[in-house]
């Protein structure tokens, strides 16, 4: 059987479920309810209550990217460390809590937070003052980092697992010491891994609306909130539409980004 007849059931799916969507997209984006071409739609970013929204979506996964990566790079090169022969062992470590579902975990984030929670029943036994936890922007970040955190563990474990002992071991035996080994030889050759898992972080917590929903209330609105609402709630589909150009921009630049700094994939494949 020729392989272009066996790759017709993926060309399918994906032209059903993600370039049609995606056409779509652009379709009522572009248009208002008349059908009449327009860019009001994708303007309309620039109010003061979208641009908001969108400037915090920004912050908070920006915020959330950083505390990942700074979390996950010391623990993919712990594990890389480590005498572990199968890739299938340290992603079976990662991948296990989400097998969850995602809702599940992010509502049990809401349990552990909310002001009659877990953490607050802990410090009333314990006689000391409740926190406001729960409806924060800080909330908001703890559960992005909780789900996304194996996004950017994996992708840099794999990039520091393909580094060849030998070029390090060559750097110290030149009179580098750790620092210069790591900041010279390391870090350099696990920029691949770094740019994917910044994306793969990065663009989910950009367009989630179901974590801030959860842990952010009705006080916190993101961006993602926003075009939910305007699918859902006003029933808005051309603005709604256009929103979500504006999200894909943002892809793009992600994108882009990962294909200059990871050529090869080497970050993303595992």
Known sequence: MNKKTLSFPYLFWAGAFIVIPLCMVFYYGITDKTGAFTLENIVTIATQEHCKA??????????????????????????????????????????????????LRTLAWQ???????????????????????????????????????????????????????????????????????FLRITLPLSLPGIISGVTMVFIPALTTFVISTLLGGSKILLIGNVIEQEFTQTGNWHLGSGLSIVLMIFILINMILEAVFDKEGEGASL
Not at 71 to 85: F, K, Q
Not at 139 to 156: D, Q, R, S, T
Request: with cysteine; proline share 5%; glycine share 4%.
């Open 54 to 103: 969108l400037i915090l979506s920004i912050e908070l996964s920006l915020i959330s990217t950083i505390l990942c990566f700074l979390l996950a790079y010391p623990l993919a090169m712990i594990l890389t460390g480590m005498e572990v022969n199968t890739h299938s062992f340290i992603v079976l470590i990662f991948i296990l809590p989400m097998w969850m579902n995602f809702l």
């Open 111 to 181: 349990t552990l937070l909310e002001k009659t929670g877990v953490i607050n029943s802990i410090l009333g036994f314990l006689h000391l003052p409740a926190l406001e936890l729960i409806n924060t922007p800080g909330a908001i970040v703890l559960g992005m980092v909780y789900n996304f955190l194996p996004f950017m563990v994996l992708p840099i474990y794999n990039a520091l697992a393909k580094i060849d002992k030998n070029v390090i071991n060559a750097a110290r035996d030149l009179g580098a010491n750790s620092i210069q080994t």
